[in-house]
Protein backbone atom coordinates (compact mmCIF):
# COMPACT_ATOMS: atom_id res chain seq x y z
CA UNK A 1 0.00 0.00 0.00
CA UNK A 2 1.54 3.40 -0.84
CA UNK A 3 2.44 5.21 2.05
CA UNK A 4 0.93 8.53 0.96
CA UNK A 5 -2.56 6.86 1.75
CA UNK A 6 -4.84 8.73 3.90
CA UNK A 7 -7.26 6.86 6.69
CA UNK A 8 -10.72 9.12 6.63
CA UNK A 9 -12.61 8.02 10.17
CA UNK A 10 -16.35 8.10 9.93
CA UNK A 11 -19.58 6.23 11.74
CA UNK A 12 -19.60 3.83 8.76
CA UNK A 13 -15.81 2.50 9.22
CA UNK A 14 -12.91 3.47 7.44
CA UNK A 15 -12.26 4.59 3.93
CA UNK A 16 -9.11 4.55 2.18
CA UNK A 17 -8.27 7.83 0.17
CA UNK A 18 -4.74 7.55 -2.42
CA UNK A 19 -3.52 11.19 -2.99
CA UNK A 20 -0.12 12.93 -3.40
CA UNK A 21 0.46 16.92 -3.22
CA UNK A 22 -1.85 19.30 -2.92
CA UNK A 23 -4.44 16.94 -3.10
CA UNK A 24 -3.29 15.23 0.40
CA UNK A 25 -3.48 18.33 2.38
CA UNK A 26 -7.17 18.89 1.35
CA UNK A 27 -8.09 15.22 2.38
CA UNK A 28 -6.00 16.15 5.61
CA UNK A 29 -8.01 19.25 6.59
CA UNK A 30 -11.32 17.67 5.58
CA UNK A 31 -10.44 14.60 7.74
CA UNK A 32 -9.45 16.96 10.72
CA UNK A 33 -12.40 18.56 10.00
CA UNK A 34 -14.63 15.60 10.53
CA UNK A 35 -16.42 16.33 7.84
CA UNK A 36 -19.13 13.56 8.65
CA UNK A 37 -19.63 15.87 11.25
CA UNK A 38 -19.99 18.94 9.48
CA UNK A 39 -22.57 16.89 6.36
CA UNK A 40 -24.91 16.51 9.38
CA UNK A 41 -24.74 19.60 10.99
CA UNK A 42 -25.14 20.90 7.17
CA UNK A 43 -28.14 17.96 5.85
CA UNK A 44 -31.18 19.12 4.66
CA UNK A 45 -32.61 16.28 6.13
CA UNK A 46 -34.13 16.10 10.02
CA UNK A 47 -32.35 13.56 12.53
CA UNK A 48 -35.24 11.37 13.35
CA UNK A 49 -32.57 8.29 13.76
CA UNK A 50 -33.34 6.51 17.35
CA UNK A 51 -36.28 8.67 18.12
CA UNK A 52 -39.71 6.90 19.22
CA UNK A 53 -42.23 7.53 17.33
CA UNK A 54 -44.56 7.81 19.97
CA UNK A 55 -46.19 10.48 20.25
CA UNK A 56 -46.34 12.62 24.13
CA UNK A 57 -49.71 13.70 25.16
CA UNK A 58 -49.13 17.36 24.25
CA UNK A 59 -47.31 16.69 20.57
CA UNK A 60 -50.80 18.44 19.46
CA UNK A 61 -49.41 21.48 20.84
CA UNK A 62 -45.61 21.41 19.04
CA UNK A 63 -47.90 20.65 15.92
CA UNK A 64 -49.72 23.94 16.13
CA UNK A 65 -46.80 25.65 16.99
CA UNK A 66 -45.23 24.66 13.84
CA UNK A 67 -48.34 25.27 11.81
CA UNK A 68 -48.42 28.70 13.06
CA UNK A 69 -44.96 29.17 12.12
CA UNK A 70 -45.96 28.21 8.76
CA UNK A 71 -48.30 30.89 8.71
CA UNK A 72 -46.37 33.95 9.74
CA UNK A 73 -44.19 32.95 6.86
CA UNK A 74 -46.83 33.09 4.41
CA UNK A 75 -48.43 36.08 5.58
CA UNK A 76 -45.03 38.12 5.55
CA UNK A 77 -44.87 36.49 1.98
CA UNK A 78 -47.96 37.75 0.88
CA UNK A 79 -47.54 41.27 2.60
CA UNK A 80 -43.64 41.71 1.10
CA UNK A 81 -44.20 40.52 -2.26
CA UNK A 82 -47.36 42.54 -2.79
CA UNK A 83 -48.32 46.29 -3.54
CA UNK A 84 -49.92 48.54 -1.31
CA UNK A 85 -53.82 48.22 -2.25
CA UNK A 86 -53.62 44.67 -2.26
CA UNK A 87 -52.15 44.22 1.08
CA UNK A 88 -55.10 46.67 2.29
CA UNK A 89 -57.45 44.00 0.50
CA UNK A 90 -55.50 40.74 2.84
CA UNK A 91 -55.64 42.61 5.91
CA UNK A 92 -59.38 43.38 5.26
CA UNK A 93 -62.46 41.08 5.43
CA UNK A 94 -64.39 39.92 2.47
CA UNK A 95 -65.96 42.58 0.05
CA UNK A 96 -64.14 45.42 2.42
CA UNK A 97 -64.89 48.52 -0.14
CA UNK A 98 -66.50 46.28 -2.90
CA UNK A 99 -63.76 43.81 -3.64
CA UNK A 100 -65.36 40.49 -2.92
CA UNK A 101 -61.30 38.58 -2.97
CA UNK A 102 -61.01 34.48 -1.68
CA UNK A 103 -58.22 35.04 -0.33
CA UNK A 104 -60.55 37.15 2.01
CA UNK A 105 -63.05 34.96 2.85
CA UNK A 106 -63.91 34.10 6.53
CA UNK A 107 -61.61 30.86 7.75
CA UNK A 108 -60.44 31.16 4.07
CA UNK A 109 -58.32 33.95 5.10
CA UNK A 110 -56.45 32.27 7.98
CA UNK A 111 -54.53 30.57 5.67
CA UNK A 112 -53.26 33.78 3.48
CA UNK A 113 -53.37 36.35 6.62
CA UNK A 114 -52.98 34.60 10.01
CA UNK A 115 -49.98 35.57 11.17
CA UNK A 116 -51.22 37.65 14.08
CA UNK A 117 -53.58 35.19 14.99
CA UNK A 118 -50.35 32.57 14.71
CA UNK A 119 -48.28 34.91 17.06
CA UNK A 120 -51.57 35.21 19.62
CA UNK A 121 -51.63 31.36 19.92
CA UNK A 122 -47.77 31.30 20.36
CA UNK A 123 -48.39 32.83 23.59
CA UNK A 124 -51.14 30.61 25.04
CA UNK A 125 -49.01 27.90 23.93
CA UNK A 126 -45.89 29.28 25.73
CA UNK A 127 -48.29 30.24 28.81
CA UNK A 128 -49.81 26.29 28.57
CA UNK A 129 -46.15 25.12 28.60
CA UNK A 130 -44.33 27.16 30.40
CA UNK A 131 -46.80 26.30 33.81
CA UNK A 132 -47.25 22.77 32.96
CA UNK A 133 -44.58 21.21 35.64
CA UNK A 134 -45.64 24.45 38.31
CA UNK A 135 -48.97 23.41 38.21
CA UNK A 136 -48.40 19.66 38.44
CA UNK A 137 -46.33 20.34 41.37
CA UNK A 138 -48.94 23.00 43.42
CA UNK A 139 -51.89 20.26 42.20
CA UNK A 140 -49.74 17.76 44.67
CA UNK A 141 -48.93 20.19 47.31
CA UNK A 142 -45.43 19.87 46.12
CA UNK A 143 -44.08 23.56 47.44
CA UNK A 144 -40.51 22.58 48.09
CA UNK A 145 -39.71 21.36 44.93
CA UNK A 146 -42.26 24.16 43.04
CA UNK A 147 -39.76 26.88 44.54
CA UNK A 148 -36.81 24.60 42.71
CA UNK A 149 -38.25 24.45 39.60
CA UNK A 150 -39.37 28.01 39.39
CA UNK A 151 -36.37 29.12 40.29
CA UNK A 152 -34.91 27.59 37.11
CA UNK A 153 -36.90 28.21 34.78
CA UNK A 154 -36.45 31.94 35.38
CA UNK A 155 -32.58 31.24 35.40
CA UNK A 156 -32.79 29.95 32.06
CA UNK A 157 -35.54 31.59 30.48
CA UNK A 158 -33.79 34.57 29.29
CA UNK A 159 -31.07 32.53 27.40
CA UNK A 160 -33.26 30.51 26.05
CA UNK A 161 -34.95 33.12 24.47
CA UNK A 162 -31.71 35.25 23.46
CA UNK A 163 -29.05 32.93 22.69
CA UNK A 164 -30.75 32.38 18.59
CA UNK A 165 -31.68 35.67 18.78
CA UNK A 166 -28.25 36.88 19.56
CA UNK A 167 -26.37 34.76 17.39
CA UNK A 168 -28.42 34.64 13.74
CA UNK A 169 -28.92 38.57 13.86
CA UNK A 170 -24.92 38.64 14.03
CA UNK A 171 -24.39 36.41 11.29
CA UNK A 172 -27.13 37.94 9.21
CA UNK A 173 -25.91 41.48 9.85
CA UNK A 174 -22.07 39.91 9.29
CA UNK A 175 -23.25 38.41 6.13
CA UNK A 176 -24.74 41.44 4.43
CA UNK A 177 -22.29 44.02 5.08
CA UNK A 178 -19.39 41.42 3.97
CA UNK A 179 -21.03 40.41 0.77
CA UNK A 180 -22.09 43.94 0.32
CA UNK A 181 -25.68 42.76 0.14
CA UNK A 182 -28.77 45.31 -0.18
CA UNK A 183 -31.63 45.15 2.34
CA UNK A 184 -34.71 47.19 3.07
CA UNK A 185 -34.36 47.48 6.18
CA UNK A 186 -30.51 48.08 7.05
CA UNK A 187 -28.55 50.86 6.71
CA UNK A 188 -24.62 50.39 5.89
CA UNK A 189 -22.30 51.62 8.28
CA UNK A 190 -18.67 52.74 6.98
CA UNK A 191 -17.25 49.85 8.40
CA UNK A 192 -17.52 46.09 10.12
CA UNK A 193 -16.52 47.56 13.06
CA UNK A 194 -19.09 50.28 13.02
CA UNK A 195 -21.57 48.01 12.14
CA UNK A 196 -20.89 45.72 14.91
CA UNK A 197 -20.79 48.32 17.00
CA UNK A 198 -24.73 49.85 15.93
CA UNK A 199 -25.66 45.83 15.61
CA UNK A 200 -24.23 45.52 20.15
CA UNK A 201 -26.05 48.68 20.67
CA UNK A 202 -30.10 47.50 19.23
CA UNK A 203 -29.53 44.09 20.41
CA UNK A 204 -27.78 45.14 24.35
CA UNK A 205 -30.97 47.64 24.09
CA UNK A 206 -33.48 44.97 22.42
CA UNK A 207 -32.82 42.58 25.06
CA UNK A 208 -33.35 44.45 27.91
CA UNK A 209 -37.36 44.04 28.43
CA UNK A 210 -38.09 47.08 31.26
CA UNK A 211 -37.20 49.85 29.12
CA UNK A 212 -39.79 52.30 28.81
CA UNK A 213 -39.38 52.69 25.60
CA UNK A 214 -40.64 50.95 22.44
CA UNK A 215 -37.57 48.71 20.51
CA UNK A 216 -37.32 47.64 17.55
CA UNK A 217 -34.52 45.51 15.55
CA UNK A 218 -33.89 46.59 12.52
CA UNK A 219 -31.56 43.18 11.80
CA UNK A 220 -35.05 41.32 12.68
CA UNK A 221 -37.94 43.21 13.16
CA UNK A 222 -40.65 40.52 13.02
CA UNK A 223 -38.87 39.54 16.64
CA UNK A 224 -40.74 42.32 18.22
CA UNK A 225 -41.99 39.37 20.04
CA UNK A 226 -39.29 37.70 22.16
CA UNK A 227 -39.40 40.16 24.64
CA UNK A 228 -42.93 40.16 24.69
CA UNK A 229 -42.69 36.18 25.65
CA UNK A 230 -39.69 37.02 28.16
CA UNK A 231 -42.56 39.55 29.73
CA UNK A 232 -45.30 36.59 29.56
CA UNK A 233 -42.96 34.18 31.18
CA UNK A 234 -42.20 36.23 34.06
CA UNK A 235 -46.03 36.77 34.74
CA UNK A 236 -46.62 33.16 34.34
CA UNK A 237 -43.55 32.10 36.84
CA UNK A 238 -44.77 35.18 38.95
CA UNK A 239 -48.27 34.06 39.15
CA UNK A 240 -47.44 30.46 39.98
CA UNK A 241 -45.54 31.61 42.57
CA UNK A 242 -48.02 33.91 44.03
CA UNK A 243 -50.73 31.62 43.82
CA UNK A 244 -49.09 28.61 44.64
CA UNK A 245 -50.69 28.37 48.68
CA UNK A 246 -54.41 29.32 47.19
CA UNK A 247 -56.90 26.57 47.34
CA UNK A 248 -57.98 25.33 43.78
CA UNK A 249 -61.08 27.44 43.21
CA UNK A 250 -59.43 30.33 44.21
CA UNK A 251 -56.68 29.64 42.26
CA UNK A 252 -58.99 29.40 39.03
CA UNK A 253 -60.91 32.54 40.15
CA UNK A 254 -57.92 34.21 40.87
CA UNK A 255 -56.45 33.47 37.12
CA UNK A 256 -59.64 34.34 35.38
CA UNK A 257 -59.82 37.61 37.30
CA UNK A 258 -56.08 38.19 36.13
CA UNK A 259 -57.23 37.55 32.37
CA UNK A 260 -59.63 40.13 33.02
CA UNK A 261 -57.74 42.64 34.55
CA UNK A 262 -55.11 42.66 31.59
CA UNK A 263 -57.82 42.76 28.90
CA UNK A 264 -60.75 45.24 30.31
CA UNK A 265 -58.72 47.36 32.87
CA UNK A 266 -55.13 47.96 31.53
CA UNK A 267 -53.84 47.27 28.18
CA UNK A 268 -51.95 43.89 28.88
CA UNK A 269 -53.68 41.53 25.83
CA UNK A 270 -50.12 39.50 25.50
CA UNK A 271 -50.04 38.87 29.25
CA UNK A 272 -53.67 37.85 29.08
CA UNK A 273 -52.68 35.37 26.95
CA UNK A 274 -49.75 33.68 29.01
CA UNK A 275 -52.13 33.28 31.94
CA UNK A 276 -55.06 31.85 29.67
CA UNK A 277 -52.41 29.47 28.77
CA UNK A 278 -51.67 28.69 32.00
CA UNK A 279 -55.79 28.23 33.32
CA UNK A 280 -56.32 26.14 30.35
CA UNK A 281 -53.55 23.89 31.53
CA UNK A 282 -54.83 23.76 35.30
CA UNK A 283 -58.02 23.03 34.14
CA UNK A 284 -56.73 20.01 31.89
CA UNK A 285 -54.46 18.57 34.82
CA UNK A 286 -57.53 18.90 36.99
CA UNK A 287 -59.59 16.72 34.37
CA UNK A 288 -56.86 14.17 34.04
CA UNK A 289 -57.50 13.43 37.44
CA UNK A 290 -61.33 14.30 37.97
CA UNK A 291 -60.65 16.90 40.14
CA UNK A 292 -62.33 19.87 38.21
CA UNK A 293 -65.09 22.10 40.08
CA UNK A 294 -68.85 21.07 40.18
CA UNK A 295 -69.53 23.71 37.48
CA UNK A 296 -67.33 22.10 35.36
CA UNK A 297 -68.69 18.72 35.74
CA UNK A 298 -72.35 20.40 34.98
CA UNK A 299 -70.70 21.11 31.72
CA UNK A 300 -69.61 17.48 30.96
CA UNK A 301 -72.21 16.22 28.55
CA UNK A 302 -72.24 19.26 26.48
CA UNK A 303 -68.22 19.24 26.55
CA UNK A 304 -68.31 18.71 22.68
CA UNK A 305 -71.07 20.58 21.42
CA UNK A 306 -69.17 23.58 23.54
CA UNK A 307 -65.76 22.37 22.07
CA UNK A 308 -66.95 22.74 18.90
CA UNK A 309 -68.49 25.90 18.81
CA UNK A 310 -65.06 27.07 20.47
CA UNK A 311 -63.51 26.30 17.47
CA UNK A 312 -65.51 27.64 14.97
CA UNK A 313 -65.72 30.81 16.31
CA UNK A 314 -62.04 31.06 17.06
CA UNK A 315 -61.52 30.84 13.27
CA UNK A 316 -63.76 33.08 12.50
CA UNK A 317 -62.26 36.03 14.92
CA UNK A 318 -59.11 34.75 14.21
CA UNK A 319 -59.43 36.21 10.31
CA UNK A 320 -60.05 40.30 12.35
CA UNK A 321 -59.22 42.38 9.81
CA UNK A 322 -55.42 44.28 10.39
CA UNK A 323 -55.37 46.60 8.38
CA UNK A 324 -55.98 49.27 11.38
CA UNK A 325 -55.75 49.48 14.98
CA UNK A 326 -58.68 51.70 14.79
CA UNK A 327 -61.74 50.62 16.07
CA UNK A 328 -63.87 52.90 14.13
CA UNK A 329 -61.71 51.52 10.51
CA UNK A 330 -63.00 47.70 11.97
CA UNK A 331 -66.60 48.78 11.53
CA UNK A 332 -65.85 49.57 7.97
CA UNK A 333 -65.76 45.52 7.58
CA UNK A 334 -68.55 43.59 6.46
CA UNK A 335 -69.38 41.44 9.29
CA UNK A 336 -67.74 43.52 11.98
CA UNK A 337 -70.00 46.23 12.54
CA UNK A 338 -71.52 44.85 15.82
CA UNK A 339 -68.48 42.79 16.75
CA UNK A 340 -66.58 45.61 17.24
CA UNK A 341 -68.46 47.49 20.06
CA UNK A 342 -67.34 44.68 22.27
CA UNK A 343 -64.13 45.95 22.27
CA UNK A 344 -62.80 46.90 25.98
CA UNK A 345 -61.95 50.55 26.17
CA UNK A 346 -58.72 49.52 27.45
CA UNK A 347 -57.12 48.00 24.33
CA UNK A 348 -55.64 50.31 21.89
CA UNK A 349 -55.10 48.17 19.17
CA UNK A 350 -58.59 46.10 18.28
CA UNK A 351 -57.28 43.07 16.93
CA UNK A 352 -55.30 41.65 20.12
CA UNK A 353 -58.78 41.77 21.82
CA UNK A 354 -60.54 39.58 19.52
CA UNK A 355 -57.45 37.24 19.10
CA UNK A 356 -57.06 37.20 22.62
CA UNK A 357 -60.61 35.20 22.70
CA UNK A 358 -59.87 33.18 19.27
CA UNK A 359 -56.18 31.77 20.68
CA UNK A 360 -57.63 30.65 23.61
CA UNK A 361 -60.60 28.76 22.23
CA UNK A 362 -58.49 27.08 19.81
CA UNK A 363 -55.75 25.71 22.51
CA UNK A 364 -58.35 24.96 24.79
CA UNK A 365 -60.82 23.26 21.67
CA UNK A 366 -58.24 21.46 20.30
CA UNK A 367 -57.31 18.09 22.52
CA UNK A 368 -61.17 17.58 22.20
CA UNK A 369 -61.73 17.33 18.48
CA UNK A 370 -60.21 14.22 17.50
CA UNK A 371 -59.73 14.96 13.55
CA UNK A 372 -58.25 18.56 14.45
CA UNK A 373 -55.99 16.87 17.04
CA UNK A 374 -55.04 14.07 14.49
CA UNK A 375 -53.78 17.04 11.92
CA UNK A 376 -51.42 19.00 13.83
CA UNK A 377 -49.82 15.78 15.05
CA UNK A 378 -49.14 14.51 11.75
CA UNK A 379 -45.29 14.33 10.49
CA UNK A 380 -45.15 17.46 8.54
CA UNK A 381 -46.89 19.24 11.88
CA UNK A 382 -44.50 17.81 14.68
CA UNK A 383 -41.03 18.63 12.19
CA UNK A 384 -42.50 22.35 12.22
CA UNK A 385 -42.96 22.08 15.47
CA UNK A 386 -39.37 21.10 16.34
CA UNK A 387 -37.75 23.67 14.11
CA UNK A 388 -40.74 26.76 14.81
CA UNK A 389 -38.18 28.99 16.63
CA UNK A 390 -35.52 28.63 14.33
CA UNK A 391 -37.86 28.91 11.07
CA UNK A 392 -39.42 31.96 12.53
CA UNK A 393 -35.71 33.49 13.08
CA UNK A 394 -34.75 32.76 9.72
CA UNK A 395 -38.14 33.52 7.45
CA UNK A 396 -37.13 37.52 7.61
CA UNK A 397 -33.68 37.28 6.52
CA UNK A 398 -34.56 34.96 3.75
CA UNK A 399 -37.37 37.09 2.51
CA UNK A 400 -35.24 40.15 2.32
CA UNK A 401 -32.10 39.25 0.32
CA UNK A 402 -33.56 35.84 -1.83
CA UNK A 403 -36.78 36.94 -1.72
CA UNK A 404 -36.78 40.97 -2.39
CA UNK A 405 -34.70 39.69 -5.27
CA UNK A 406 -36.28 36.61 -6.66
CA UNK A 407 -40.07 38.92 -6.65
CA UNK A 408 -38.28 41.71 -8.51
CA UNK A 409 -37.57 39.29 -11.28
CA UNK A 410 -40.82 37.29 -11.39
CA UNK A 411 -42.48 41.29 -12.06
CA UNK A 412 -43.23 41.89 -8.51
CA UNK A 413 -41.46 45.14 -8.18
CA UNK A 414 -41.79 48.27 -6.21
CA UNK A 415 -40.01 51.54 -5.84
CA UNK A 416 -37.03 50.00 -3.38
CA UNK A 417 -36.91 47.38 -5.93
CA UNK A 418 -36.13 49.29 -9.02
CA UNK A 419 -34.56 52.09 -7.18
CA UNK A 420 -31.75 49.50 -5.49
CA UNK A 421 -32.42 46.24 -7.47
CA UNK A 422 -32.54 47.44 -11.31
CA UNK A 423 -30.35 44.65 -12.50
CA UNK A 424 -33.27 41.65 -10.98
CA UNK A 425 -36.28 43.76 -12.35
CA UNK A 426 -38.28 42.07 -14.39
CA UNK A 427 -35.27 39.41 -15.91
CA UNK A 428 -37.97 36.30 -15.47
CA UNK A 429 -41.20 38.05 -15.40
CA UNK A 430 -44.54 35.63 -15.06
CA UNK A 431 -47.75 36.00 -15.83
CA UNK A 432 -49.54 37.64 -12.18
CA UNK A 433 -52.64 35.14 -12.97
CA UNK A 434 -54.24 33.22 -10.43
CA UNK A 435 -56.66 34.59 -7.51
CA UNK A 436 -55.07 37.01 -5.18
CA UNK A 437 -52.57 35.23 -2.94
CA UNK A 438 -52.01 32.21 -5.39
CA UNK A 439 -50.89 34.35 -8.22
CA UNK A 440 -48.23 31.79 -10.73
CA UNK A 441 -45.47 34.94 -10.13
CA UNK A 442 -45.99 34.47 -6.34
CA UNK A 443 -45.89 31.05 -5.92
CA UNK A 444 -43.20 29.95 -8.02
CA UNK A 445 -40.50 31.87 -6.00
CA UNK A 446 -41.50 29.79 -3.50
CA UNK A 447 -39.91 26.73 -5.32
CA UNK A 448 -36.58 28.23 -3.90
CA UNK A 449 -37.52 30.11 -1.03
CA UNK A 450 -39.47 27.88 1.00
CA UNK A 451 -37.06 24.65 0.80
CA UNK A 452 -34.04 27.78 1.69
CA UNK A 453 -36.18 28.92 4.58
CA UNK A 454 -36.72 25.21 5.75
CA UNK A 455 -33.10 24.16 5.55
CA UNK A 456 -31.72 27.43 7.54
CA UNK A 457 -34.25 26.84 9.85
CA UNK A 458 -33.04 23.06 10.34
CA UNK A 459 -29.09 24.55 10.61
CA UNK A 460 -30.39 27.08 12.96
CA UNK A 461 -32.43 24.24 15.28
CA UNK A 462 -29.05 22.04 15.22
CA UNK A 463 -26.31 25.16 16.17
CA UNK A 464 -28.70 27.22 18.22
CA UNK A 465 -32.02 26.50 19.12
CA UNK A 466 -31.35 23.42 20.60
CA UNK A 467 -27.89 24.10 22.37
CA UNK A 468 -29.72 27.38 23.85
CA UNK A 469 -32.29 24.73 25.75
CA UNK A 470 -28.79 22.72 26.97
CA UNK A 471 -26.19 25.12 27.90
CA UNK A 472 -28.94 27.23 30.11
CA UNK A 473 -29.57 24.00 31.61
CA UNK A 474 -25.85 23.21 32.47
CA UNK A 475 -25.40 26.51 33.97
CA UNK A 476 -27.90 26.09 36.14
CA UNK A 477 -26.18 23.18 37.64
CA UNK A 478 -22.85 24.17 37.40
CA UNK A 479 -23.85 27.25 39.35
CA UNK A 480 -26.38 25.73 42.32
CA UNK A 481 -25.71 23.17 44.82
CA UNK A 482 -27.20 20.17 45.85
CA UNK A 483 -28.53 21.13 48.80
CA UNK A 484 -32.06 19.82 50.16
CA UNK A 485 -34.92 22.03 47.80
CA UNK A 486 -35.78 25.41 49.07
CA UNK A 487 -39.20 25.88 50.59
CA UNK A 488 -41.47 28.95 49.97
CA UNK A 489 -41.70 30.96 52.97
CA UNK A 490 -44.53 30.85 55.60
Request: charged share 15%; glycine share 6%; hydrophobic share 50%.
Amino acid sequence: MPSDVIELESRQGKHQYASSGPLSAVISMLASLRINKIWRLLSPWPRTHGQSDKLRPTAYLDGLRGFAAFLVYIHHHQLWAHVPDQRLYFESSFCYDGYCYFAALPFVRILFHGGHFAVATFFVISGYVLSMKPMSLIQSGDQAKLADNLGSALFRRWLRLYIPLITTTFIYMVFTYVFNIWVLPLKRASSLGAEIWGWYCEVKNFTFIFHTRAEILSYNFHLWSIPVEMKGSIVVYTAALAFARCTRNARLWLQIGLMGYFMFIVDGWYCALFVAGMFISDVEQLASKNELPAFFERLRPYKMIIMYHCFFIAMWLGGIPAHSADVKELRKNPGWYYLSFLKSQSIYDVKWFFLFFAAVMLVAAIPHIGWVKRFFETRFCQHMGRISFAFYLVHGPVIWTVGDRLYAAVGWWEEHRVKNLPQWVNIWELPKTGPLGMELSFLAPHILLLPLTLWLAEIVTRMFDEPSVRFPQWLYKSTTTATKPTKLPE
